[in-house]
C-alpha cells in the first residue's frame, strides 16, 4: 500500500461522538486525499491536502474536517458523527496533484460504524 | 446522472478465460482515464492510465483501449486468475484543480475454478 498506513482500521462509534482518522505517510508526497467508498456509489472526495496547513473541500465535506500540521500525517475529524457517515474511508497520496498523468496510491482504508 | 458508467456491474467467468469490462463516460474534457484494482478489504490499485492520445495500454494480462470519439474504455483481462477476482474501477481525471476525479461505481468480477 506505498508506504500508507490509516489508523485505526476498524471503528465503531455512537452517534454524536467525535471520531478522527488518521493517515500517515513514509512517502513524502505533497497531495493527501480523504474518500468515502459506500455501496451504490463510486469513491468521494470528502477533503484534499496540497501542502502543510492547506486543504480544500472536495464533493462530500459536510460534516468533516481535516487538519495537516506534518507532511506525513492527514487527519479526518468528524465532530459529531451520524449513521450517514459509516462508511470505508480511504486515504490516497499523489506525488503531484495537476491534471497530469500522476498517480494516486491509495491506504488499506479505515471501516467506520456509527451507531 | 453518472458521469462515469461501467458494465456489467458484477461478473462471473471461469479460470483460463477472457472477459471485457467497459466504460463509458459523459464528462469532457479530460486529462486522463483509469483503471484501478481493488481487492476485497483493500485499497484501490493503479492498473493503467491513459491519456486522450493513447489507444491502448498493457499491463501484463490488462490491456485497456480508450476511444476518446466515442468516450469509451474498455478493460480486457487475458486468461484469468483466481486472483484476478476484484472490482474493477474505472476514473476520469478531468483538467483543471487536482482531486478533479470522477470514480465509476466498479464492475465486480468473480474467478471460479
Known amino acids: 500500500d506505498a508506504g500508507i498506513t490509516q489508523s485505526p482500521r476498524h471503528k465503531v462509534t455512537e452517534t454524536g461522538t467525535p471520531v478522527t482518522l488518521r493517515c500517515h505517510q513514509t512517502?513524502?508526497?505533497?497531495?493527501m486525499y480523504w474518500y468515502r467508498q459506500d455501496p451504490g456509489h463510486g469513491l468521494r472526495l470528502i477533503h484534499y491536502?496540497?501542502?502543510?496547513?492547506?486543504?480544500d473541500k472536495g464533493e462530500v465535506s459536510d460534516g468533516y474536517s481535516v487538519s495537516r500540521s506534518k507532511t506525513e500525517d492527514f487527519l479526518l475529524t468528524l465532530e459529531s458523527a451520524t449513521s450517514s457517515q459509516t462508511s470505508v474511508y480511504f486515504c490516497?497520496?499523489?506525488?503531484?496533484?495537476?491534471?497530469?498523468?500522476?498517480?494516486?496510491?491509495f491506504g488499506p482504508g479505515t471501516r467506520l460504524t456509527v451507531l | 446522472k453518472n458521469q462515469v458508467e461501467q458494465s456489467p456491474q458484477s461478473l462471473i467467468i471461469l479460470e483460463g478465460k477472457n472477459c471485457t469490462l467497459q466504460?463509458?463516460?459523459?464528462?469532457?474534457?479530460?486529462?486522463?482515464l483509469r483503471w484501478y484494482k481493488q481487492d476485497t478489504g483493500r485499497g484501490p490499485v493503479s492498473l493503467t492510465i491513459?491519456?486522450?492520445?493513447?489507444n491502448t495500454k498493457s499491463n501484463g494480462r490488462y490491456t485497456a483501449t480508450l476511444d476518446a470519439d466515442t468516450k469509451q474504455s474498455s478493460l480486457h483481462i487475458t486468461a484469468s486468475q483466481l486472483s484476478d477476482s476484484a472490482s474493477y474501477i474505472c476514473v476520469w481525471r478531468g483538467g483543471g484543480s487536482q482531486g478533479n476525479l470522477i470514480f465509476g461505481k466498479g464492475t465486480k468480477l468473480s474467478v471460479k475454478p
Open positions: 491536502s496540497y501542502g502543510v496547513k492547506d486543504t
Open positions: 512517502e513524502n508526497h505533497r497531495y
Open positions: 466504460c463509458n463516460y459523459t464528462v469532457s474534457p479530460f486529462s486522463n
Open positions: 491513459m491519456t486522450f492520445s493513447e
Open positions: 490516497a497520496i499523489s506525488e503531484r496533484g495537476g491534471p497530469s498523468y500522476n498517480e494516486q496510491f
